[in-house]
């Protein structure tokens, strides 16, 4: 009996503490500041980009202030005659909660849906995040949603980092912005290589 007690213990101690834990995992969609690599690492460490999406009938918008961007951030309205590009990660489910905190879910800032994304000729679904307050469509942005400069510099950062196709690019070139460079800390986001 000994001996079978030991043999157990040292199977956990020297073979089972070698394996290593897999953690559950998520998929998210990120359309806007988070398409870039660094600018997701800054609060998900766990983040791996695993390729690029298309959400159907869905726009790409803006409205609500962020002090932190000095300017509106981007938001997906269901749309049915539009889409969205974005980047799809896969994160720890511990980053789960930064996520949520990042996007505001908790203060009624942005609310958590899953989003059927079209990814590598398939569909996958994926934790997304929308405004609570959906803005109406209006073509051009209005001045009072625009985005900042270092927030719209950071989108197209992403999408270009991330091989997003070059028409959906020069869209998000053509939007306009507000005037406003934006929070210096956040100029050093950079490209990821």
Avoid at 132 to 158: D, F
Wanted: proline share 6%; with cysteine.
């Amino acid at each position: 009996m000994n001996s079978i007690l030991i043999f157990i213990i040292i199977n956990i101690l020297f073979f089972d503490s070698t394996e290593p834990k897999t953690m559950s995992k998520f998929t998210y969609f990120a359309y806007g500041s988070n398409m870039l690599m660094s600018r997701i690492h800054l609060n998900n460490p766990s983040a791996v980009r695993i390729g690029i999406g298309k959400l159907n009938e869905y726009r790409l918008d803006f409205s609500r202030y962020s002090k932190k961007w000095d300017g509106s951030v981007a938001t997906v309205v269901p749309d049915h005659t539009e889409y969205v590009w974005g980047v799809l990660w896969q994160l720890n489910k511990t980053d789960m909660a930064n996520l949520d905190k990042q996007e505001g879910v908790g203060h009624g800032v942005y609310k958590v849906f899953n989003a059927t994304v079209t990814f590598d000729e398939k569909n996958e679904t994926c934790r997304c995040y929308m405004l609570v307050e959906q803005p109406k469509k209006e073509n051009p942005i209005p001045p009072e949603r625009r985005p900042s400069k270092a927030y719209l510099r950071t989108m197209i950062n992403g999408a270009n980092e991330s091989n997003i196709p070059l028409d959906y690019v020069q869209f998000l070139n053509d939007i306009p912005n507000n005037g406003k460079d934006g929070p210096k800390e956040l100029h050093s986001l950079k490209l990821t290589e």
